[in-house]
């Protein structure tokens, strides 16, 4: 069992920074893939970047060169860097983990679907806007 919990998100003028932090209590977090999902309103819930279990990542184009996520395993903590945002950024980000096996942790990290997600957390708000 994990529970997540994001923070960091607000609101922001174009071209500035925020970095989301999801926050995971339960064990073994270095078994877990853990992905950052967006939903902006009226929109379908899109995958913006992921890291399995060796630290491997994805990120979904729009966002290639902008963000950046690592993990903090000792801090049982995952960060979305995002740099450069625009408004089109605005969306309500989501944090998820999907549990790992030792045989499976070096398996990629999917962006395309949430499904394999088992845990999510609340949701954090960011706004870009002037």
């Known amino acids: 069992q994990l529970q997540i919990v994001e923070s960091g998100g607000g609101l922001v003028q174009p071209g500035g920074t925020l970095r989301l932090a999801c926050a995971a209590s339960?064990?073994?977090?270095?078994?877990?893939?853990l992905v950052w999902f967006r939903q902006a309103a009226g929109k379908e819930r899109e995958g913006v970047s992921c890291?399995?279990?060796?630290?491997?990542?994805e990120y979904v184009d729009s966002v290639k060169g902008r963000f950046a996520i690592f993990r903090d395993n000792a801090k049982n903590t995952v960060y979305l860097q995002m740099n450069s945002l625009k408004p089109e950024d605005t969306a309500v980000y989501y944090c998820?983990?999907?549990?790992?096996?030792?045989?499976?942790?070096?398996?990629?990290?999917?962006?395309?679907?949430?499904?394999?997600?088992?845990?999510w957390g609340q949701g954090t708000q960011v706004t870009v806007s002037s």
């Open positions: 998820a983990a999907e549990g790992r096996t030792f045989i499976s942790r070096s398996r990629p990290c999917v962006l395309s679907s949430s499904k394999p997600y088992e845990y």
């Open positions: 890291i399995n279990s060796d630290g491997d990542i």
């Open positions: 339960g064990e073994n977090f270095d078994n877990y893939a």
